[in-house]
């Protein structure tokens, strides 16, 4: 008999490690800097924002859920192609872009303040190997993440909260730019642009293995638990960007030249504790990276070892921190200019197959392709955007002609157009066969 439950403590450790796999260092940092820019309007901001942000991340682990596992969220592709689409975010979210930044990141927020750019590569050694450690026993992974890392972090984080409501840095700032009179669509954009929606449609290959880690085998029981992380993430996320959002937007008293959200972190922590506090936010910072790493290691070497028989789990995961490590300290810079675009493409893509989830088993093969091109053509429209290359000419066109443009979206509109399309060309055919016997 297949095994169908799972202890509280256990449920609440999948979804403590479902948590900590999402919250790397971009997550500290968006939204920081959103309450400082919305200022009394951060509610409506964050409003948006948690609704993409958030949101947009749990409905995807949600539809994993429902299609019972990520790889099938691309059965109805032609083989080579999904395989192609899993590489590729794999790539992109491992050693091609999410992995350095961490490494990167978790060090000028902890050892750099302190020692400037000398003790990278070292950092980076001891950050690589300690994600190998932790990677290497996926089984294990509930307990390092949700039993242990996790509950560190919170702490820490927790800390800071109280601090951000009992000792607020100043007075509400006054809202600025886009959050002016446009503080929830701002937030919905921002949101969106933190990419976790790709993040999602990986991580659950994890959550899927780490639930049958457990002993629970029934696939009903394991998309019923994937669910329940889902919610856990979506509201201990929520907590933490809410109270991230209330440091920016009471930080008054800390200066008014901020640039990003880490600065306004760094100026608030040094406020109240000093050097305590430096050494606290690089703690987060650290543990934070940490996770993330762990988590997208793991996921990239579920996919390699179970797609490909030359490449084994251990041999995927020796492998990824090894380059995530050489890109981190060569040229992540100039790799993260041409990987940027590769993962502001593939998160339509990823996005169009959870849409396309729910109706793909009566829909024509040849209409998920088409749907899955439109998100594609017009993603890359949207990077091109994005990145500031658009022709001015075209930009002006695209403006004014395609919905959804001006807020990075525009492939929204063309995709789910395809998709209805498809759904309405599928029953007319599916109905021809009918009308022929009849």
């Not at 000028?108 to 303040?113: E, G, K, N, R, T």
């Not at 937030?187 to 049958?212: C, E, H, K, N, P």
């Amino acid at each position: 008999m297949l095994s169908t439950r799972l202890s509280v403590r256990n449920i609440a450790a999948l979804g403590f490690m479902t948590f900590a796999m999402y919250l790397g260092a971009g997550n500290l940092i968006f939204p920081p800097f959103l309450g400082f820019q919305a200022g009394e309007h951060f509610m409506s901001g964050m409003v948006g924002f948690l609704l993409t942000g958030v949101g947009l991340p749990a409905m995807a682990l949600v539809m994993v859920a429902l299609v019972k596992g990520s790889d099938n969220l691309t059965a109805a592709l032609p083989r080579s192609l999904a395989t192609s689409f899993w590489v590729m975010v794999f790539i992109v979210i491992g050693p091609a872009f999410v992995i350095p930044r961490a490494i990167t990141v978790a060090y000028q927020f902890s050892l750099a303040p302190f020692i400037g750019d000398a003790g990278l590569v070292p950092f980076s050694v001891v950050f690589c190997l300690a994600t190998i450690l932790f990677a290497l026993f996926p089984g294990k992974l509930v307990d390092t993440l949700g039993k242990w890392l996790t509950p560190m972090l919170l702490v820490i984080l927790s800390i800071l909260a109280a601090y951000a409501y009992l000792y607020p840095s100043g007075q509400v700032m006054t809202a600025s730019g886009p959050y002016i009179d446009g503080a929830f669509a701002e937030g919905l954009t921002q949101g969106y642009m933190t990419m976790d929606a790709l993040g999602s449609i990986g991580f659950g290959w994890v959550i899927f293995r780490a639930i049958q880690n457990m002993g629970v085998e029934c696939p009903r029981a394991t998309a019923k638990y994937t669910f329940i992380a889902a919610v856990m993430y979506a509201a201990a996320m929520a907590a933490v960007y809410l109270s991230l959002a209330y440091i920016g937007s009471t930080s008054a008293d800390l200066g008014a030249d901020f640039t990003n959200g880490g600065e306004i972190l760094t100026a608030f922590t040094n406020y109240h504790l000093g050097t305590f506090g430096i050494v606290l936010l690089g703690s987060v910072m650290v543990l934070a990276c940490l996770t993330t790493a762990i988590g997208v290691t793991t996921a990239g070497s579920e996919f390699y070892s179970s797609t490909f028989s030359a490449i084994t789990y251990r041999r995927s995961v020796w492998g990824t921190m090894l380059l995530s490590g050489l890109v981190a300290n060569v040229g992540l810079e100039q790799l993260l200019a041409v990987t940027l675009p590769a993962v502001v493409a593939l998160h339509p893509i990823a996005i169009a197959l959870l849409i396309i989830a729910p109706v793909r088993k009566v829909l024509a093969p040849g209409m998920v392709l088409m749907t899955v091109t439109a998100a594609l053509v017009f993603g890359c429209v949207d990077a091109v955007h994005i990145l500031g290359q658009m022709p001015q000419d075209l930009d002006q066109a695209l403006e004014q002609h395609l919905p959804l443009y001006h807020y990075y979206a525009g492939w929204i509109v063309p995709t789910v157009s395809m998709l209805v399309a498809g759904l309405v060309w599928s029953r007319m055919t599916a109905k021809k066969p009918q009308l022929a016997e009849a």
